[in-house]
Protein backbone atom coordinates (compact mmCIF):
# COMPACT_ATOMS: atom_id res chain seq x y z
CA UNK A 1 0.00 0.00 0.00
CA UNK A 2 1.57 3.39 -1.33
CA UNK A 3 1.97 5.99 1.86
CA UNK A 4 -0.27 9.57 1.04
CA UNK A 5 1.97 12.13 1.45
CA UNK A 6 0.65 15.24 2.93
CA UNK A 7 3.23 17.73 1.07
CA UNK A 8 2.32 21.01 2.92
CA UNK A 9 3.37 19.14 5.79
CA UNK A 10 6.04 16.64 5.16
CA UNK A 11 9.94 17.38 5.19
CA UNK A 12 12.96 15.35 3.42
CA UNK A 13 16.49 15.67 4.40
CA UNK A 14 19.87 15.42 2.23
CA UNK A 15 23.47 15.67 3.42
CA UNK A 16 26.63 14.66 3.02
CA UNK A 17 28.13 11.43 3.34
CA UNK A 18 30.74 11.01 6.35
CA UNK A 19 33.63 11.17 4.43
CA UNK A 20 32.76 14.61 2.63
CA UNK A 21 31.91 16.61 6.43
CA UNK A 22 35.39 17.85 6.34
CA UNK A 23 35.53 17.06 10.33
CA UNK A 24 36.20 13.75 12.25
CA UNK A 25 32.65 12.19 12.85
CA UNK A 26 33.76 8.73 14.11
CA UNK A 27 34.48 10.87 17.57
CA UNK A 28 32.79 13.05 19.93
CA UNK A 29 33.77 15.99 18.53
CA UNK A 30 32.63 19.44 18.68
CA UNK A 31 31.40 19.69 15.07
CA UNK A 32 29.50 16.06 15.29
CA UNK A 33 27.55 17.51 18.80
CA UNK A 34 26.89 20.75 16.52
CA UNK A 35 25.40 18.38 13.98
CA UNK A 36 23.38 16.60 16.00
CA UNK A 37 22.33 19.32 17.89
CA UNK A 38 21.01 21.57 14.88
CA UNK A 39 19.71 18.75 13.24
CA UNK A 40 17.19 18.20 16.25
CA UNK A 41 16.66 21.67 16.47
CA UNK A 42 15.63 21.83 13.35
CA UNK A 43 13.45 18.87 13.37
CA UNK A 44 11.70 20.13 15.92
CA UNK A 45 10.84 23.96 14.20
CA UNK A 46 9.42 21.73 11.41
CA UNK A 47 7.39 20.12 13.92
CA UNK A 48 6.16 23.44 15.79
CA UNK A 49 5.39 24.56 11.64
CA UNK A 50 2.86 21.55 12.17
CA UNK A 51 5.57 19.33 9.96
CA UNK A 52 4.00 15.70 10.85
CA UNK A 53 5.91 13.54 8.20
CA UNK A 54 9.80 13.23 7.60
CA UNK A 55 11.17 11.43 4.68
CA UNK A 56 15.46 9.83 4.86
CA UNK A 57 17.24 9.12 2.05
CA UNK A 58 18.80 5.91 4.22
CA UNK A 59 22.16 7.51 2.98
CA UNK A 60 25.17 6.91 5.14
CA UNK A 61 25.82 9.51 7.09
CA UNK A 62 23.54 13.03 7.55
CA UNK A 63 20.51 10.68 6.11
CA UNK A 64 21.13 7.77 8.71
CA UNK A 65 21.47 10.62 11.28
CA UNK A 66 18.10 12.75 10.26
CA UNK A 67 16.19 9.71 10.56
CA UNK A 68 17.45 8.31 13.76
CA UNK A 69 17.03 12.26 15.07
CA UNK A 70 13.34 11.74 14.28
CA UNK A 71 12.67 8.65 15.78
CA UNK A 72 13.82 9.70 18.94
CA UNK A 73 11.48 12.20 18.83
CA UNK A 74 9.02 10.46 18.75
CA UNK A 75 8.91 9.62 22.11
CA UNK A 76 7.64 13.25 22.77
CA UNK A 77 6.01 13.86 19.69
CA UNK A 78 4.09 10.81 18.74
CA UNK A 79 1.88 12.15 15.71
CA UNK A 80 5.12 12.73 13.43
CA UNK A 81 6.44 9.69 11.07
CA UNK A 82 9.29 8.65 9.55
CA UNK A 83 9.29 7.57 6.00
CA UNK A 84 12.20 5.85 4.37
CA UNK A 85 13.11 6.73 0.74
CA UNK A 86 15.35 3.13 -0.59
CA UNK A 87 17.11 4.00 -3.92
CA UNK A 88 17.19 0.25 -4.90
CA UNK A 89 16.70 -2.56 -2.37
CA UNK A 90 20.23 -4.02 -1.81
CA UNK A 91 21.54 -0.78 -1.06
CA UNK A 92 23.33 -1.56 2.14
CA UNK A 93 24.23 -4.76 1.70
CA UNK A 94 28.34 -3.77 0.67
CA UNK A 95 28.29 -1.58 4.16
CA UNK A 96 29.99 -1.74 6.96
CA UNK A 97 28.15 -4.02 9.54
CA UNK A 98 28.10 -0.59 11.98
CA UNK A 99 26.29 1.60 9.22
CA UNK A 100 24.11 -1.89 7.77
CA UNK A 101 22.98 -2.59 11.57
CA UNK A 102 21.92 1.15 12.10
CA UNK A 103 20.43 1.11 8.18
CA UNK A 104 18.63 -1.99 9.17
CA UNK A 105 17.12 -0.71 13.08
CA UNK A 106 16.20 2.63 11.33
CA UNK A 107 14.24 0.74 8.37
CA UNK A 108 12.69 -1.55 10.91
CA UNK A 109 11.52 0.80 13.31
CA UNK A 110 10.06 3.40 10.54
CA UNK A 111 6.33 4.23 9.70
CA UNK A 112 7.18 3.59 6.00
CA UNK A 113 9.44 2.09 3.32
CA UNK A 114 9.33 3.24 0.02
CA UNK A 115 11.89 1.37 -2.41
CA UNK A 116 12.15 2.89 -5.69
CA UNK A 117 14.19 0.15 -7.80
CA UNK A 118 14.78 -3.43 -7.23
CA UNK A 119 18.29 -3.37 -7.85
CA UNK A 120 21.24 -0.57 -8.42
CA UNK A 121 20.67 1.47 -11.63
CA UNK A 122 22.37 4.43 -13.40
CA UNK A 123 20.06 7.37 -12.07
CA UNK A 124 19.03 5.43 -9.31
CA UNK A 125 19.71 8.34 -6.26
CA UNK A 126 18.81 10.87 -8.18
CA UNK A 127 15.15 9.24 -8.61
CA UNK A 128 15.44 8.78 -4.68
CA UNK A 129 16.05 12.47 -4.57
CA UNK A 130 13.35 13.52 -6.82
CA UNK A 131 11.06 11.73 -5.12
CA UNK A 132 11.60 12.84 -1.96
CA UNK A 133 11.75 16.31 -2.86
CA UNK A 134 8.30 15.89 -5.10
CA UNK A 135 6.69 14.94 -1.69
CA UNK A 136 7.91 17.61 0.61
CA UNK A 137 7.95 21.05 0.78
CA UNK A 138 10.87 21.72 3.26
CA UNK A 139 14.08 20.29 3.25
CA UNK A 140 16.60 20.19 5.76
CA UNK A 141 20.20 19.50 4.71
CA UNK A 142 23.75 19.68 5.47
CA UNK A 143 25.44 21.43 2.05
CA UNK A 144 28.94 22.39 2.14
CA UNK A 145 29.22 22.90 -1.00
CA UNK A 146 30.57 20.01 -2.31
CA UNK A 147 29.77 18.17 -5.53
CA UNK A 148 27.57 15.18 -5.47
CA UNK A 149 23.95 14.01 -4.47
CA UNK A 150 23.26 16.53 -2.13
CA UNK A 151 24.34 19.50 -4.69
CA UNK A 152 21.87 17.52 -6.89
CA UNK A 153 19.00 17.27 -4.57
CA UNK A 154 19.39 21.06 -3.32
CA UNK A 155 19.81 22.20 -6.64
CA UNK A 156 16.22 20.33 -7.71
CA UNK A 157 14.44 21.37 -4.29
CA UNK A 158 15.30 25.01 -5.66
CA UNK A 159 14.40 25.08 -9.01
CA UNK A 160 10.90 23.72 -7.04
CA UNK A 161 10.50 26.03 -4.51
CA UNK A 162 10.92 24.42 -1.51
CA UNK A 163 12.16 25.88 1.98
CA UNK A 164 15.43 24.52 2.52
CA UNK A 165 17.08 24.90 6.29
CA UNK A 166 21.05 24.72 5.75
CA UNK A 167 22.86 23.50 8.78
CA UNK A 168 26.40 23.92 7.40
CA UNK A 169 25.24 27.80 6.65
CA UNK A 170 22.60 28.77 9.74
CA UNK A 171 23.02 27.80 12.84
CA UNK A 172 19.24 26.71 14.12
CA UNK A 173 20.12 26.64 18.08
CA UNK A 174 21.30 29.08 20.09
CA UNK A 175 22.69 28.00 23.42
Not at 59 to 86: M, N, R, Y
Not at 141 to 152: H, R
Amino acid sequence: MEYAFDCPHTCCFTGSRPEKLGFDWESNSYQMQSLRRDLKCAILRAIEQEYTCFISGMSKGFDLWAAQAVLELQTAHPQIKLVCAVPFAEMSQNWSSDWRNLFEKIAQSSDYIKILSPRYSAGCYHARDRFMVDNASRVICWYNGTKGGTEYTVRYAQKQGRLIDNLYISQICIL
